[in-house]
């Protein structure tokens, strides 16, 4: 450990800041260049390949907003202050983050975001803000770090992109599973529907079952072996499967609560705030009072219904309501329509797609081992407390 030196973490890179063009600039907008905002890349992924708004070129040069390269690092700076991602290609970002590129002579981009990512604590007890949590350039100037010799460098950033390239890889074999099950749902049920099939309620088709919360008062009630999903589980959860939660309760608090316990396979969707978020779990878990646990009405064809609210779940948002919180009840499902297929169609259909279903819950119990190892690894080798051979 002697070879390592203490420095500051603004020392070894160039801070950037981003902008966005005049939203009231047709001109500006829906252009060629991805630009970032944190809901592009909060979703605990490395790499970024892509955002949801995209301006012109016109906009980029009229506008304090500028490109970071491929290879180079977004962190949240304003907010949700903390998240970081590799950009996958060069994209341009608002003003709510800091794009960060090494300084060369110090330091690399790949062993600068796990630098980065092993002092988010530290980032965010320095923000500051009476509405919104911020850091700014000098925070970077703020924080000091051990730095080993550049071969370390490089050697620790591999053994940790060796775990993200893993990840990565599972996760798109997932997006892949997951898109070839929507295509397949799209062609037997809405391009391939007979004009004999009666347009009905969706609660024709399934079941919905509420939630609840035990009393957070009794402690005998928490902290127990059974997974309870919360609003934030669902709207912060990246995969179409749930495999944990932030908080679990016990038998006790099960039985002494409103809350009821799904199987594995079930879908659940949130039901209020952040409406329409909604996942399929991977193992028997309960829910609040929030969400809304959905059950096949016939046994067993979960797939076929998770793919279903996958379908009509931007209509549901739709006719959300509610004076403080989108709401969505049991009538918005009631009011929305979809031609019913007869029950032997569904079970076959139920059998085709049951493969893909299985192996993407298999990829996902490979990345939550791949992520809690990477994410214990991390702390350590950025101590000293493991080294990696040079």
Request: hydrophobic residues 35%; aromatic residues 10%; glycine residues 6%.
């Amino acid at each position: 450990m002697s070879e390592w030196k203490e420095c500051k973490l603004g020392e070894l890179c160039e801070i950037i800041g981003g902008g966005t063009p005049k939203t009231n600039v047709i001109e500006y907008w829906n252009g060629d260049i991805p630009w970032l905002s944190v809901t592009d890349f909060n979703n605990g992924r490395k790499y970024c390949f892509n955002a949801d708004k995209k301006i012109t070129q016109k906009g980029l040069m009229e506008s304090s907003a500028k490109i970071l390269k491929k290879g180079q690092i977004i962190i949240s700076a304003r907010g949700i202050v903390g998240v970081i991602s590799m950009l996958g290609k060069d994209m341009a970002f608002n003003q709510s983050n800091y794009g960060v590129n090494a300084k060369q002579e110090q330091t690399t981009n790949n062993f600068l975001y796990y630098l980065l990512k092993n002092n988010v604590a530290q980032l965010q007890s320095n923000s500051y803000g009476a509405v919104f949590d911020t850091i700014t350039k000098e925070t970077f100037g703020q924080i000091t770090v051990s730095l080993p010799p550049l071969p370390e460098q490089k050697a620790i950033a591999e053994a940790l992109s060796s775990l993200d390239d893993k990840i990565d890889l599972l996760h798109r074999q997932n997006k892949t599973l997951e898109a070839m099950a929507e295509t397949l749902f799209k062609q037997w049920f809405v391009e391939d529907a007979k004009e004999e099939w009666e347009e009905d309620s969706l609660l024709e088709l399934i079941e919905l079952v509420g939630g609840g919360t035990p009393k957070t008062s009794i402690n005998e009630y928490w902290d127990g072996d059974i997974p309870w999903l919360s609003g934030g589980d669902i709207s912060n959860n990246h995969k179409n499967f749930v495999l944990s939660s932030e908080k679990n309760i016990t038998e006790m608090g099960l039985h002494n609560s409103m809350a009821k316990l799904m199987p594995k396979y079930a879908t659940i969707i949130s039901a209020r705030g952040t409406v329409g978020k909604y996942c399929i779990m991977g193992r028997e878990m309960t829910f609040s009072q929030s969400n809304y646990g959905i059950l096949p009405k016939t046994e067993n064809c979960y797939f076929f219904t998770y793919l279903l609210i996958n379908h009509v779940v931007k209509e549901l948002q739709s006719t959300a309501y509610g004076s403080v919180f989108d709401t969505v009840t049991t009538a918005t499902f009631c009011d929305t329509k979809f031609k019913v297929p007869p029950q032997d169609i569904i079970n076959k259909f139920e059998s085709s797609v049951k493969s893909y279903f299985e192996k993407q819950l298999l990829n996902n119990c490979h990345m939550e081992t791949l992520e809690k190892l990477r994410d214990t690894l991390l702390p350590k080798l950025m101590s000293g407390e493991v080294r990696v051979k040079v």
